[in-house]
């Protein structure tokens, strides 16, 4: 069944869906389901709390779908519910324990070695990476979720707007304010790494 | 111009987000200052950086179990639809109900008038009969009776003044047995 919808836009299997087709909702799941796993994991840095965050995600979409008005896209509107979880479950994460005993426990995968890197400036780029996680981590909420947006999705400052419910210029200052915060974190890393 | 502002402008750069203008402004400045290329320079290496921050490995296994899973849940969120019901059963079951509604409303309403006459007949009759079972042949008794009988008779039909050729069909409303006993009351107070 998902093979026939292949040709369909977003918009048109979101119209479906908001009528009551449980494929075209299955075929927008299929499509966004790593978008969303990854934006999710960038955030809890938990695979088994992505996969529940990611489930639940389109489980609510699935369920308000008839209240989705289409005046933004399917994919702004499903980033929408997976930020606002997510940031919902780290407030409560962040209270039951600290954020330091919170990422121990899963297995990273190597991000592949850029070939401008030599095996010395890979390792201190690795070190870089898990810096720079944590820094990430670290920042404010909104702050985060900007950057995530922008810097990891790759998101316009308007597409990213529409998702955290806030102007282009909002995201504009909230990148401006994360890479100071960010710099100042991890200066001693950005300053001496030499390509 | 502060090199704030071009803080500012440096970020948005590397978004992509500068307009021609300000990009031709900031490159201006950046040749001038070294510190806002310094800046820039980290920038840029930080964002350089998040593109090599780890992924987790997923296989392809992972999102078929993720699909499959996620289509369990939504099929046991979906409502059950209501077994369509032919038009024909639902007038049926309307027209016994109000068949079976009617015929409770008769039974109980017959019951209520039957109760209601079977229980004056009953007191009316038995109060009589016990009435001159208990009386028998005992004259005082008899008499106490009637005597009581009388100015019940007078309280009801109007007081001591009242006289039965006032009412010719008095007799109509009184029973056999009351009419007996005025007879014999009559007879005495003749004879008397």
């Keep these: ?195 | 111009m502060s090199c704030r502002r071009y803080e500012k402008w440096i970020s948005d750069e590397l978004d992509g987000m500068l307009v021609e203008k300000k990009k031709s402004a900031l490159d201006r400045h950046l040749a001038e200052c070294p510190d806002c290329g310094s800046y820039r320079e980290r920038l840029a290496r930080l964002q350089e950086g998040t593109g090599r921050l780890p992924q987790p490995g997923l296989t392809p296994d992972y999102w078929s179990d993720f699909s499959f899973r996620l289509e369990q849940k939504i099929r046991s969120a979906e409502p059950r639809p209501a077994r369509p019901q032919p038009a024909f059963w639902k007038w049926a079951w309307t027209a016994a109900g109000a068949v079976l509604l009617f015929s409770l409303g008769l039974a109980f309403w017959l019951s209520r008038q039957s109760a209601a006459q079977g229980n004056y007949i009953f007191c009316f009759e038995d109060s009589i009969d016990n009435i001159s079972e208990e009386i028998g042949d005992d004259a005082d008794l008899e008499e106490v009776f009637n005597s009581l009988l009388l100015s019940s008779i007078e309280e009801h039909g109007g007081g001591p003044a009242y006289h039965f050729s006032d009412d010719p069909l008095i007799w109509e409303s009184l029973s056999e047995e009351e009419i007996r006993i005025l007879e014999t009351s009559l007879k005495k107070d003749t004879k008397s």
């Design chain 1, 1 to 195: 069944m998902n093979n026939l919808m292949d040709d369909f836009s977003d918009d048109r299997l979101a119209h479906d869906a908001k009528m009551g087709s449980r494929e075209a909702f299955s075929e927008l799941a299929l499509r966004y389901r790593e978008r969303i796993y990854h934006i999710i994991f960038r955030f809890t840095r938990n695979p088994g709390d992505a996969d529940d965050l990611a489930q639940e995600t389109f489980m609510m979409a699935y369920k308000s779908m008839k209240h989705f008005e289409q005046k933004s896209s399917f994919y702004t509107w499903i980033y929408r519910i997976a930020i606002n979880l997510t940031l919902n479950f780290l407030k409560k994460k962040k209270k039951e324990q600290g954020r330091g005993d919170y990422i121990e426990g899963y297995a990273y995968t190597e991000a592949p070695q850029s070939p401008l890197f030599s095996p010395e400036t890979h390792s201190e780029r690795k070190e870089l990476g898990e810096r720079m996680d944590e820094a990430i981590r670290s920042l404010p909420a909104a702050y985060q979720a900007a950057f995530v947006l922008v810097s990891f999705q790759g998101m316009t400052h308007a597409q990213a707007g529409r998702v955290l419910g806030c102007s282009e210029n909002t995201v504009s200052w909230r990148m401006h304010k994360a890479r100071k915060m960010l710099q100042a974190k991890l200066k001693p890393f950005v300053s001496e790494v030499r390509p």
